[in-house]
């Protein structure tokens, strides 16, 4: 995975609906996506909250977070038993 390149930043306009829309389409198209979270963008939250807040309004399965940069892939996230 460390071999995927950022496709996507995440600043300070946060999660808006163009945002999310071009975070799904990209998913839709590579299957696999990483978004480096800038700081400006962050505010108060940590990246792994972001991140965890894009995978749930996107269905989309979140796969690692370091630093201020998350994997996400393609495929429903699959609900804790």
Known sequence: MSQVPVT???GKDALTDEW???FRE???RRKVVKV???TGGR???TTKAWAEEVAAKTGV???D???FT???EAGRVRPSP
Do not use: Y
Request: hydrophobic share 45%.
């Open 8 to 10: 996507l930043q995440f």
């Open 20 to 22: 999310l829309e071009e």
């Open 26 to 28: 990209q998913v839709k």
């Open 36 to 38: 480096r979270f800038l």
């Open 43 to 45: 505010g108060e939250k």
């Open 61 to 63: 399965r979140l796969v």
């Open 65 to 67: 977070v370091r630093g």
């Open 70 to 72: 998350a994997t996400f």
